[in-house]
């Protein structure tokens, strides 16, 4: 899809339902439909936001921003996500977490980016947090710059999450599963599962 195109599309989706937990469970484990978000929630949790960023590219098709987390000792070492991260004391609120942790983490201008969407929240019990993914466009495609956090930068097309065989289940084990089958994305060839899949499964659901 063209990026004009994809504008005009997102415009005319403004007041369209989100597909909320059942778009996202979608594309998560089996042990985690049987969990009651409520029981599992820590009255603790913190605050976080990602920002899902479309662009267009030098032939104006629809990409969008995914990073591969740095090698670090913690619980979402090399994972694939969006930038995003938790919430600071001087951040106006969650949309502007999202956009200051983008810049960070990217060197994506925070004033020429425009918030299309507020998506449904995901909470990540191994983290502890409560994310709000948000929907993001600008009209050129930065010069990205991946920071310490980020070991890689991923561009994605659009038409590669909304072709049902980008999706595939893989046994996975974690420092907090064993050997459970996962239902991933399969992009440029990495495989994105967890949080940032159920996220894209909405995504999906949405724009189709």
Known sequence: MDFNSFLTHISTLQNKPLGGITSQFKMAPAIRKELNIDSIVKPDAKQAAVLALFYPNEHNETYFLLTQRASYNGTHS????????KIEQEDIDLA?????ETYEETAVLMKDVSIRKELTKTYIPPSNFWVSPFLGTIDYRPKFVANHEVSNL???KLEDILDD???IVK???TSYMERIDVPCFKLNDY??????AMILSEIK???K
């Open 96 to 100: 502007y977490t999202a956009l200051r």
């Open 171 to 173: 046994n996975m084990s």
């Open 154 to 156: 991923i561009e994605v």
């Open 165 to 167: 065989n980008s999706v």
């Open 191 to 196: 495989i994105v599962w967890g949080a940032t």
């Open 205 to 207: 659901d949405y724009l």
């Open 78 to 85: 090399a994972q694939i996500s969006f930038p995003g991260g």
